[in-house]
């Protein structure tokens, strides 16, 4: 299983940025999937997730309204669309399989993550 991050960078309050995460060494189109980021100094936070199929999606409360999950799985590429972003949106942003839900969302395999950093 391989996971690459890219699309992170600096943005001012209030940007945008779209993050992808291409896919590989699995079947991408099986596997529910999921965005988890982890700010300095504090543990990892979920994000948001997306069915196998594209058809069903979930977000964290911090980011319901700004953010969007997508998926391609003829590219086998995973998507998060962040808009109005904020400071407290700090943080590296890591792709991950969702490996069901048990009072939380549990991860498999973890991408090496791409850092997005607001500020102005």
């Known amino acids: 299983v391989q996971l690459v991050e890219s699309g992170g960078g600096l943005v001012q309050p209030g940007g945008s940025l779209r993050l992808s995460c291409a896919a590989s060494?699995?079947?991408?189109?099986?596997?529910?999937m999921s965005w988890v980021r982890q700010a300095p100094g504090k543990g990892p936070e979920w994000v948001s997730t997306?069915?196998?199929?594209?058809?069903?999606?979930y977000y964290a409360d911090s980011v319901k309204g700004r953010f969007t999950i997508s998926r391609d799985n003829a590219k086998n590429t995973l998507y998060l669309q962040m808009n109005s972003l904020k400071p407290e949106d700090t943080a590296v942003y890591y792709c991950?399989?969702?490996?069901?839900?048990?009072?939380?969302?549990?991860?498999?395999?973890w991408g090496q993550g791409t850092q997005v950093t607001v500020s102005s």
């Open positions: 060494g699995f079947t991408f189109g099986s596997y529910d």
């Open positions: 997306i069915n196998s199929g594209g058809g069903s999606t």
């Open positions: 991950a399989t969702a490996d069901g839900y048990d009072s939380s969302w549990l991860f498999g395999s």
